[in-house]
């Protein structure tokens, strides 16, 4: 880890913005999470966006319901659900309340694939609603790191129309 700066946490005027701007900027950040008695902290390595109730691969274009109501809390709130009955998907609520846009964090230096990630650092439905800029088990912090990465298509989400086929997922070189 890169130790030029002593990491700040990511207050709520970074999850606050647009999907398209936060996504890509939260990779080189550091995310912390409290797994029993030690701390983890693993660098975001991939993201990707998925941006309100008109993008047909994000949650929040059925509307709002139980499963996706954090989505339009205020950025900086944690949205986790569960897919195929095994595995927790961590998402960093962004923009401003009733806009609803997430992060799905993909990728941590060493751990490939969101499902691995969460059962690695034990993120499961009970980080659900949880703010990220309070939050005294899991945080993201910033030390100054800014690493090249690549943008491509978002993974999984042929069902989506047009919107398969938005370049909305970043990868750290």
């Known amino acids: ?15 606050t913005q647009d999907v398209l701007e936060v996504a890509p900027g939260l990779l080189g950040k550091i995310l912390t999470c409290k797994v029993g008695k030690e701390y983890l902290r693993l660098r975001i390595t991939e993201t990707e966006a998925y941006r ?6 994000c ?11 954090a989505m339009f809390r205020t950025g900086g709130t944690i949205y986790v659900y569960y897919i195929y009955g095994m595995y927790w998907m961590f998402n960093v609520v962004t923009s401003v309340e009733n806009d609803p846009q997430a ?5 941590v230096e060493g751990i490939y694939g969101p499902g691995r990630l969460t059962r690695r650092l034990h993120i499961d439905k009970s980080f659900y ?6 939050s005294q088990r899991i945080l993201i912090e910033d030390d100054g790191y800014r690493p090249p990465y690549v943008s491509g298509k978002r993974i999984g989400v042929n069902y989506a129309g047009e ?6 997922r970043w990868t750290v070189l």
């Open 59 to 69: 949650h929040a274009s059925k509307g709002r319901t139980p499963r996706t109501d």
């Open 163 to 168: 919107w398969k086929d938005k370049p909305w």
């Open 1 to 15: 880890m890169d130790k030029s700066s002593v990491p700040a946490r990511l207050d709520s005027r970074f999850y």
């Open 103 to 107: 992060v799905l964090v993909r990728g």
């Open 52 to 57: 309100g109730t008109d993008d047909l691969a």
């Open 129 to 134: 609603g949880e703010d990220l800029s309070v």
